[in-house]
């Protein structure tokens, strides 16, 4: 089945440090890939739509210059989180778009601490 | 406005009985999708089952089912013969059809924890 492989699982930072994300698409084209923060016991919020190719798309409320995201290909997004602070600590996740209609593959998730 | 509704924080169930977890959603669109999700203390999202705006049949996978009343725009799921291993949370999510920018997007409910006793 179609697999979304997401890199770190974890990560410890420093604060004021940066933090790169990668989910990559392993068995399929993935043209959209929608990043979401989860917080302790909370649903998931989208921060941001990427389609390959093209500039991201974000919610309203995140900042793109401190979550940015890059969709150079089909099979890999990348989430950097810039000058990290305890408060973007979080739980982040991603997850491609397949064609049919319940085409949703999430990658497994990073946990960032922020220090 | 909420889109989607997950009212239950918490559910208990017994190990062996069925439980319904409550999702109600709201859109003003035609075609919609909705999804259910289940996530461990992992944190991975475990797809457990869709169900289409227009899709007649309620859905159903293995001890999965949805309850679909449209008029009522409720999408419940019903997990029967609970195991232990279904303790989790739950989440409830919408993907709202063409058009716009919502399409692709899923929108999440809070979510219910659901916990199996022995």
């Given at each position: 089945g179609a697999v979304v492989s997401q890199h770190p699982s974890w990560v410890i930072c420093k604060s004021g440090t940066s933090v790169k994300i990668e989910c990559r698409s392993?068995?399929?084209?993935?043209?959209t890939m929608f990043w979401y923060r989860q917080f302790p016991k909370q649903s998931l919020m989208l921060m941001a739509t990427s389609n390959e190719g093209s500039k991201a798309t974000y919610e309203q409320g995140v900042e793109k210059d401190k979550f940015l995201i890059n969709h150079a290909s089909l099979t890999l997004s990348t989430l950097t989180v810039t000058s990290a602070h305890p408060e973007d600590s979080s739980f982040y996740i991603c997850s491609a778009k397949r064609?049919?209609?319940?085409?949703y593959t999430f990658g497994s998730g990073t946990r960032l601490t922020v220090v | 406005a909420q889109k989607i509704t997950q009212t239950q924080p918490g559910m208990f169930v017994q190990e062996k009985e069925a439980v319904t977890l409550d999702c109600t959603y709201d859109t003003s669109d035609p075609s919609y999708g909705l999804f259910w999700y289940k996530q461990p203390s992992s944190g991975e999202m475990i797809f457990l089952i869709y169900q289409g705006s227009y899709d007649q049949q309620n859905a159903t996978e293995g001890r999965y089912s949805l309850n679909f009343q449209k008029a009522r725009k409720s999408a419940n799921l019903v997990i029967s013969?609970?195991?232990?291993?279904?303790?989790a949370m739950y989440f409830c999510a919408m993907r709202e059809g063409?058009?716009?920018?919502?399409?692709?997007k899923l929108t999440f409910g809070q979510g219910t924890i659901l916990t199996v006793h022995p």
């Open positions: 392993l068995d399929f084209q993935a043209t064609q049919e209609n319940y085409g | 013969a609970s195991q232990l291993g279904d303790s063409i058009g716009g920018t919502s399409y692709g």
